[in-house]
Nanobody
Framework: QVQLVESGGGLVQAGGSLRLSCAAS????????MGWFRQAPGMEREFVAA????????YYADSVKGRFTISRDNAKNTVYLQMNSLKPEDTAVYYC???????????????????WGQGTQVTVSS
């Protein structure tokens, strides 16, 4: 079992920045590919970004490409999402998720992931 705890959300003005963190515990963090998803009210949970277990590959939704950066620190069991140039449409609950690295990694697909955090709210005001 892997426990994931997100932090770093909050209220920010459009154009501002936030850095989300997701701390993992319970299993060897480097055995997992990691992803960030988000869910706005009344909407489906959507893919934001993903990173492979060794940070050898990163993937982004078109809507955040060039503005968001995913990274990880395996020594700290933490994955990050740096969000710059935030827009009101980025407002959502952001979730991190973990997928065992031994399976083929389809990082944009929710069903790929084995474990999820509880989420952190990001609100961007116009």
């Amino acid at each position: 079992q892997v426990q994931l705890v997100e932090s770093g959300g909050g209220l920010v003005q459009a154009g501002g920045s936030l850095r989300l963190s997701c701390a993992a515990s319970g299993r060897t963090f480097s055995n997992y590919n990691m992803g960030w998803f988000r869910q706005a009210p009344g909407m489906e949970r959507e893919f934001v970004a993903a990173i492979t277990w060794n940070a050898g590959g990163t993937y982004y939704a078109d809507s955040v490409k060039g503005r968001f950066t995913i990274s990880r620190d395996n020594a700290k069991n933490t994955v990050y999402l740096q969000m710059n140039s935030l827009k009101p449409e980025d407002t959502a609950v952001y979730y991190c998720a973990a997928a065992m690295k031994y399976r083929s990694f389809r990082g944009t697909i929710r069903e790929t992931y084995d474990y999820w955090g509880q989420g952190t709210q990001v609100t961007v005001s116009s």
